[in-house]
């Protein structure tokens, strides 16, 4: 017999004491165990409903009587709207489409990616509560609004960016209620154009938000990566699309900052979603291109949509300044939808050694609060137990081979018994 050396993860048991003890009982079911991240479907706020932007959009020149039997507004799609004003150059009046299209078609889906980075921002620094805002290419306000939605009465001034006149002027119109001479509900809410290049202010919460595919070359997306970090008080939140190269743009900043910190001898922490801050295992993992990427559920504002929620993929990367100031659970993180089968359950984690585990969870192996604990995670959801890497030996059967083997091969073939045995290094 010739003996292998192998690695297995081994679930140990439930981390805390107070879950252990709650899982101890017979009612334990494992559905709302303390590391479950709960986001229901991001509903936007009344002032970026549907009705407001239908009015915006009566006044709109997207929208021209079609006769088919009697007359009706129709909407034009949005690539003969385009074609038309580049005809005629009114490069203003195509700004103003393209705004209220963006606003129609990606307000729920940037407001849903961002309303559930700030559950986790909420959940893991429980006692982080901004005062200030700052929000990098805000577009049409969605940033904002989701930081009013959770932070409403203890915000104190936000501050929007973007190039686009138009866009800020449609942020503006939704931040009013909708109304040309309305109040922002923050009063100290402030729009510009240019991002200021002096340091001396520092917000609580700084966000960019699906911009960086906006920026013409890398060395201009680390300029300002260095900028916005040097805004940051507290932390600096970044949303990007799911795709697996919106994926890199996040991984690439978070080493950056990384670098750049370790650099300039500053200490800083990941607080989401990574559980370490090691490189990426996934981007490490050879024939691997899926994205370390999460989802979340919205409902869409245009067109209507029957009642059923919409899904979206995003990824996205929290940073924060100086050491935690919370303590944080050593979890690994659900990074895919487990596979659950008849009498197991088969989960993708990210451990907080810096490695992408694909662990099975059984009743009789890992014990039933650990079982259910994992039935019931879903995707993006820390699970509290503990991880441990096992050796085993693994018997390989060989042929029978003659006895003309010389003394040497069969004093070779016993030190790798004992070697295998003895748990030492096997000798090649």
């Not at 959801?381 to 083997?405: A, C, G, M, T």
Request: net charge positive.
């Amino acid at each position: 017999m010739s003996f292998s050396r192998m690695m297995a993860t081994k679930v140990v048991g439930l981390l805390g004491e107070s879950l252990t003890l709650e899982a101890s009982k017979d009612s334990f079911t494992g559905k709302a165990h303390p590391s479950k991240v709960y986001s229901a479907v991001a509903d936007l706020p009344n002032p970026l409903c549907k009705e407001q932007l239908t009015k915006r959009k009566q006044k709109s020149s997207i929208f021209r009587r079609r006769k088919t039997g009697k007359a009706a507004e129709r909407p034009i799609r949005a690539r003969k709207v385009i074609r038309k004003e580049k005809v005629e150059t009114h490069r203003v009046h195509q700004n103003q489409v393209v705004s209220l299209l963006h606003a129609e078609q990606n307000a729920s889906r940037s407001f849903c990616c961002v309303d559930r980075a700030f559950v986790e921002l909420s959940k893991w620094a429980p006692n982080f509560v901004p005062r200030t805002l700052y929000d990098f290419e805000s577009g049409v306000g969605s940033v904002p609004w989701a930081a009013i939605s959770r932070w409403s009465k203890q915000l104190e001034e936000i501050h929007c960016i973007d190039s686009s006149k138009d866009m800020v002027n449609l942020a503006e119109l939704l931040l009013k209620g909708g109304e040309a001479g309305g109040k922002f509900h923050v009063p100290q809410t402030y729009f510009r154009q240019l991002m200021s290049p002096t340091v001396n202010r520092t917000f609580d919460l700084v966000v960019s938000a699906h911009t960086l595919f906006e920026f013409p070359s890398l060395e201009a997306r680390l300029d300002a990566h260095i900028n916005l970090w040097r805004k940051t008080k507290d932390y600096y939140v970044l949303v990007e699309l799911g795709t697996r190269e919106g994926f890199k743009l996040i991984d690439e900043a978070k080493e950056f900052i990384l670098f750049q910190s370790k650099k300039e001898g500053q200490e800083m922490h990941i607080l989401a979603p990574c559980p370490h801050s090691l490189a990426c295992p996934r981007l490490l993992r050879e024939g691997d291109r899926s994205p370390c990427n999460f989802e979340s559920r919205y409902y869409k504002l245009w067109p209507e949509n029957d009642g059923e929620a919409s899904k979206e993929r995003f990824s996205f990367v929290i940073l924060g300044k100086g050491r935690r100031k919370s303590p944080s659970p050593s979890w690994p993180r659900m990074v895919r939808a487990p596979m659950v089968r008849g009498g197991h359950v088969i989960c993708s984690l990210c451990t907080p050694e810096g490695k992408l585990e694909d662990v099975t969870f059984t009743k009789s192996k890992d014990g039933r609060a650990s079982f259910l604990c994992a039935r019931y995670s879903d995707w993006g959801d820390l699970v509290p137990v503990s991880l441990r890497q096992k050796e085993f030996d693994v018997r390989d059967k060989v042929k029978k081979e003659k006895i003309s083997e010389n003394s040497d091969d069969a004093q070779k073939s016993e030190h790798q018994y004992v070697a295998a045995d003895e748990g030492r290094p096997l000798v090649n």
